[in-house]
């Protein structure tokens, strides 16, 4: 997760990202808009990713999330295809999990979030990746990020557990850094991709 | 320990011959029962509860405030709901209408120095670190928010005390929150965990009386107060030296349930049904703000203990076009739609038979306003608005317009996100159109009523040509107070004032101006509204009609009638005649301008 794999955002916001454009021959179905939530414990980081993919900002201040903020942002894939992301941003409090069904329910991508610097954040990830296996959409794209990777010094979750534990479960792993951007669009831009493309009606 | 069968009696504004005895038995109970739950949990702290009550209660020997022999335990069974001041407790009548005394300074460490209404804070140390508002410059950990309202800064203080800290001992005003087995839930200051001990002790108080069948309200101890206030599993305690009225505290911390309730919802006493020992903390991660917020508004907001709102001055067409587009997206299935710049409305609508408390609306813009996270974006988040319902969620959408303006649609259905937000864009785009954003902020500089414009006698005022009726100089920021370039206040020697209409269940209250600029000055006066606020509506002493009270720091002058109250405040020396001739005058100013300070014309509230 080398500073030098990070975009300054702006300019790959609505470009194609990097990446090998995927060909999955669905040409018609152009303009994708997809419910996206992010769920993870409090303090890993989830808004600070959003507010990155979405404004370009990072807020070193933690500013906690009351129940959920909507925001939402267009990506265009190198397939021409755009998508926009109607993204949920969840308290990770713990009195808000019991109404976390309210934000997932209908959701085509649920990012879950831990901290690298926090084992306690990776159990809890795989909490949620045990929730939306039961009780989220069956076709639902799951991703696992670990965030806050430019505290590489303070690592308490080994890459090859998130990995390991990714696979296993049929998701998608990056590593993320909201405070230097790294691999931020590139998380969005890989969701973009493994959207399944409903053929035209 | 026969503290159970010392009920109070309530009528004492005096030493009373068994003060005495109250007083060391509760001594002795206090100690024994610090002693016994240090002893098992943790032995440490021994020395500093014993200290910290102790202390506190040695203060008997040497006290010089006049009403400070009447310490006594307040017992009473028939304690429930705000403003219950029959029965147990009943304050001597020499609280409402003396002026006050001098105070000593206190040697204890847990006493802090007397409260607000010292007539200079500068040279006392004591009070100057006790203060949330100096104190700003010395806190380094919490980045400072821009608001222009005063230099406060939200969250939690001084984390890295505990009750061993003799700063912590020094707080003139503590709050904590804890659960019936004494889990720490809230506190203040320092760090919940710590305070385990310290719970356990204000616990074993509570259950102690409780034993008896009885219950604790009040424990005086020197220039201490120690309110109590249990709801079902859930205990609050004030311990203060403010020397606010016992009614004010508690109202104080009837608030802080509520905030939690907000929150939460009440279900969250099942968690207590199902395990006794519940640890209830990580339930609130992250609301520090909102109750340091909340209590940092205890001492500049009168809707904390007016139990009325108030409403940013606007020109009555541009209030009801608000209401309009507001009125129209409360029909369409929106429960309470709110909008609000700060803690002043714009307008605000509910749908039929819907009726919203003030105390609900305080506690729902402390509770937006306090959150960062709202201003970043839209949210949808479940709240509880305790008046209306403490058992259910509602579902707000919030949403900020501009800085300050934020509109908040209430609904109870949990799927309603979209259809609240094409309600926002189009209650956004009709402010727009219709200026009424424009308005807002515009009113938000000018400002609301200033006594140096309180308009002359005779003179029947328009009220609709310029703002408020007002020839004033233009500030640059709303709530900034400003500079004194008329040095004595208004006329006759009126200095601030607040109106409360009964019916309306709102309030006005004027800009601050010289001499009450800084904010210890205007803490200190709202404390001194508070405590007349109480003697005015004390049950015991019957209803006022008016009171006329002159201390060295003030006249304060209010009147209670039923469609109104009135509270004001003149210089020291003002005249009684011309005071009361100004405040007639004030009536009618407020009446003449009441289309553009108050919500008009919106179904009557039921509350």
Not at chain 1, 78 to 101: H, M, N
Not at chain 2, 16 to 38: A, D, G, K
Not at chain 2, 134 to 163: C, F, T
Request: proline share 5%.
């Amino acid at each position: 997760m080398g500073c030098s794999s990070s975009l300054p955002d702006r300019s790959s916001r609505r470009l194609s990202g990097l990446g090998n454009p995927e060909s999955n021959g669905v040409p018609d179905a152009k303009n994708l808009r997809v419910k996206l939530v992010l769920l993870g414990d409090s303090g890993v980081g989830k808004s600070c990713i959003v507010l990155r993919f979405v404004r370009g900002q990072f807020d070193p201040t933690s500013k906690v999330t009351i129940g959920a903020s909507f925001l939402s942002q267009t990506i265009a894939l190198q397939d021409s295809t755009t998508v926009k992301f109607e993204i949920w941003d969840t308290a990770g409090q713990e009195r808000y999990a019991a109404l976390a069904p309210l934000y997932y329910r209908g959701a085509a991508v649920a990012v879950i979030v831990y901290d690298i610097t926090s084992p306690e954040s990776f159990n809890k990830a795989q909490y949620w990746v045990k929730e939306l296996q039961k009780h989220g959409s069956p076709d639902i794209v799951l991703a696992l990020v670990g965030n806050k990777a430019d505290l590489h010094e303070n690592r308490e979750v080994p890459v090859q557990d998130g990995m390991d534990y990714a696979e296993k479960n049929g998701m998608f792993f990056i590593e993320t850094s909201a405070k230097t951007a790294d691999n931020i669009n590139q998380l969005f831009e890989e969701i973009g991709k493994r959207l399944p493309r409903t053929p035209p009606s | 320990m026969s503290m159970s069968a010392t009920s109070s009696s309530s009528s004492g504004d005096g030493p009373e011959p068994n003060s005495e005895t109250l007083e060391n038995q509760f001594e002795s109970v206090t100690i024994e029962e610090s002693n016994r739950i240090v002893q098992k949990d943790e032995a440490t702290e021994e020395p500093q509860l014993e200290s910290s009550f102790n202390g506190s209660l040695d203060d008997n020997g040497n006290h010089e405030e006049f009403d400070v022999l009447e310490e006594r335990i307040e017992v009473g069974s028939d304690a429930r709901g705000i403003g219950d001041s029959g029965g147990g407790v009943v304050w001597g009548t020499n609280s409402e209408l003396e002026v006050d005394g001098p105070s000593s300074p206190s040697s204890s460490g847990y006493a802090g120095e007397r409260g607000s209404s010292s007539a200079t804070s500068a040279s006392r140390i004591g009070e100057v670190s006790e203060d949330e508002i100096q104190e700003v410059g010395n806190d380094g950990d919490v980045d400072r928010i821009l608001d222009s309202q005063v230099a406060w800064v939200p969250g939690k203080r001084h984390v890295d005390e505990d009750d061993a800290s003799i700063s912590w001992r020094k707080r003139k005003k503590h709050f904590f929150i804890l659960s019936h087995s004494g889990k720490p839930i809230y506190s203040r200051y320092g760090d919940e965990h710590k305070l385990a001990g310290f719970s356990a002790t204000l616990q074993a108080i509570i259950s102690f009386v409780e034993n008896g069948g009885d219950r604790v309200k009040l424990v005086r101890a020197g220039k201490h107060q120690v309110v109590f206030l249990v709801k079902g599993p859930i205990y609050l305690v004030c311990i203060s030296c403010t020397e606010e009225p016992y009614e004010s505290l508690r109202g104080q911390l009837e608030l802080i349930y509520s905030q939690m309730i907000l929150i939460l919802t009440k279900s969250v006493n099942r968690c207590f049904e199902k395990n006794p020992k519940f640890d209830m903390t990580p339930l609130l991660g992250g609301t520090d703000v909102v109750f340091s917020s909340l209590i940092h508004s205890f001492s500049w907001n009168p809707a904390t203990f007016l139990h009325a709102y108030t409403c940013l001055p606007l020109a009555y067409a541009t209030r009801q076009a608000a209401g309009a587009i507001l009125q129209d997206v409360a029909d369409s299935g929106v429960l309470f739609a709110i909008l609000m710049s700060k803690h002043k409305v714009v307008s605000l609508v509910g749908a039929q038979k819907a009726s919203l408390h003030p105390d609900d609306m305080l506690l729902l813009s402390n509770f937006i306003m306090s959150s960062e996270s709202f201003r970043t974006s839209e949210s949808f988040s479940p709240i509880c608005l305790p008046r209306y319902n403490p058992v259910a969620f509602l579902y707000a959408y919030v949403h900020y317009l501009d800085v300050d303006t934020y509109l908040m649609l209430l609904t109870t259905s949990s799927d309603a996100f979209y259809h609240l937000k094409d309600c926002r864009i189009r209650i956004e785009m009709v402010l727009l159109k219709s200026n009424v954003l424009s308005e807002v902020q515009r009113s938000m500089l000018d400002g609301g009523m200033r006594v140096e414009d309180l308009p002359g006698d005779p003179l029947p005022r328009s009220g609709i040509a310029s703002h408020l009726g007002q020839h004033k100089l233009p500030t640059d920021s709303p709530e900034r107070y400003r500079e004194p370039y008329s040095g004595i206040g208004g006329p006759a020697g009126l200095w601030h004032f607040i109106y409360r209409s009964i019916y309306l269940d709102q309030y006005v209250s004027s800009e601050f101006s010289a001499p009450i600029s800084s904010p210890q000055q205007q803490k200190r006066l709202y404390r001194a509204y508070q405590k007349v606020y109480a003697s005015m509506h004390d049950k015991g002493n019957g209803p006022h009609k008016t009171q006329f009270r002159r201390d060295e720091n003030y006249v304060l002058l209010c009147w209670v009638t039923p469609d109104f109250e009135l509270y004001a405040a003149f210089d020291p020396l003002a005249d009684k005649a011309l005071a009361i001739k100004t405040c007639n005058r004030v009536c009618q100013w407020v009446k003449d301008v009441e289309n553009e300070i108050f919500l008009l014309g919106a179904s009557p509230f039921s509350w």
